[in-house]
């Protein structure tokens, strides 16, 4: 049984190349897979399940091509596609989850999530997360004209830009306590997540004798990322843009 992982591929109108690996990767790679999983922030900025446009339009239909074929698919909303919602799920045939869930992988017990909500020391961060997934005012954005929606997000984005290069790496990571204590809540010896684009596979001490497997997914920025979990094994690979092949 072959299960693919990836995240944080920040899908954008402006990296068409991002967005050609991943139609391809769909197209092919995860077609020999039994399952897909999409650990958030798919899309740069995701301001409601109503607009349409080419970006939109072609991932919807190569994730509901890949759904139709019997492959399937999950998806963990990111801190830049919080909106994603129903309407997305219908149309893709994707199934949205939680920000935390527990699935079992060849009888192994694996934590997914994206990963923002263990970079607890990032205080200004989770209180914006927060405040934006409060529903009565995710239903309010999402009724504002597209184009206003539009100029927020990039208002956000540049915000967010601007916010992170005065951040150090210790506050933008993972919060090693908070990571042990979801994995011992879920009763998981291994945790997959993205967010924070730093792909590695650490070591986590979960109890005096015991060891589990933090494995962080990188980002699409420079290359596709993407984590193979078959019988048992996992291997997390990089992948060339079509151009670079």
């Not at 935390?100 to 192994?108: N, P, R, S, V, W």
């Not at 995710?138 to 540049?158: H, S, W, Y």
């Not at 998981?188 to 004798?209: E, F, M, R, Y």
Request: hydrophobic content about 40%.
């Amino acid at each position: 049984m072959t299960t693919l992982f990836i995240s944080d591929l920040h899908l954008d109108e402006r990296h068409p190349q991002i967005t050609e690996l991943f139609l391809h990767f769909l197209a092919t790679e995860a077609r020999e897979a039994d399952a897909l999983y999409i650990l958030g922030d798919l899309f740069e900025f995701w301001s409601g399940d109503d607009i349409r446009n080419t970006l939109n339009n072609s991932v919807k239909n190569g994730l509901k091509a890949l759904t139709d074929d019997g492959i399937k698919c999950f998806l963990v909303k990111g801190n830049r596609d919080f909106l994603i919602s129903k309407r997305f799920a219908k149309e893709t045939g994707v199934t949205i989850l939680g920000d935390y869930t527990a699935i079992d992988l060849d009888g192994q017990q694996v934590l997914i999530a994206h990963g923002d909500t263990f970079c607890t020391l990032d205080e200004k961060y989770q209180a914006f997360r927060t405040a934006v997934n409060i529903p009565w005012r995710q239903k309010l954005f999402t009724c504002l004209p597209i184009f206003v929606r539009e100029a927020i997000a990039d208002k956000i984005r540049g915000k967010s830009q601007q916010g992170n290069q005065q951040k150090s790496m210790a506050i933008m990571d993972v919060t090693e306590s908070e990571v042990v204590n979801k994995m011992q809540e879920y009763h998981c010896d291994i945790l997959i997540h993205g967010h924070t684009h730093k792909p590695n596979i650490h070591d986590v001490q979960l109890s005096a004798d015991k060891l589990g497997k933090r494995i962080v997914l990188g980002d699409w920025f420079d290359q596709g990322s993407v984590l193979i979990w078959r019988d048992g094994q996992y291997d997390l690979q990089q992948r060339a843009f079509l151009k670079d092949v």
